[in-house]
């Protein structure tokens, strides 16, 4: 009797999660606000195509994690998030305290100029990584 009491917990459990929503997961970039100001006035179409290599490149080392996955697997509900960062301090500070953290990320840099210029991080649920990034806002 206890083992079919058991047997129906585990079902309706599996049920559960089998019916509920997909997790959201989101990609953050954190792209360097300085390279579109002067000295460097980098035009827009250099600092999109930045986060896209970045993007890009996260996405390809770490395509076989199961958030990654899940992520390419709707195309059409990704979730992307640009955020900035002000000067390439911060974001090599930040790609440090990342990789202490163990969160997966790809520091784009550019060549042959040897520019860090953006961060991309893997899909992740977004509250696994809120805080590394709370300190910057959306790229303007």
């Not at 049920?15 to 997909?22: I, R, W």
């Not at 986060?51 to 899940?70: N, Q, V």
């Not at 790609?95 to 840099?109: C, G, P, Y």
Request: glycine share 4%; proline share 6%; aromatic share 8%.
């Amino acid at each position: 009797m206890h083992r079919g009491i058991g047997l129906a917990f585990q079902l309706r459990g599996k049920m559960a999660v089998a019916g509920a929503e997909p997790q959201i997961l989101v990609q953050y970039l954190v792209l360097r606000k300085d390279l579109s100001q002067a000295p460097f006035s980098w035009p827009a179409g250099a600092l999109v195509a930045q986060a896209c290599h970045a993007a890009t490149a996260a996405l390809h080392i770490h395509r076989d994690h199961p958030h990654t996955a899940a992520y390419l697997r709707e195309l059409g509900r990704m979730r992307k998030v640009v955020l900035e960062a002000p000067d390439e301090t911060t974001l090599k500070l930040l790609a440090e305290t990342l990789q202490q953290k163990n969160i997966d990320h790809k520091l784009w840099v550019e060549q042959p100029e040897n520019i860090p210029t953006c961060i991309a991080l893997r899909p992740y649920p977004k509250e696994e990584v809120n805080q590394y990034l709370k300190k910057f806002r959306l790229f303007k």
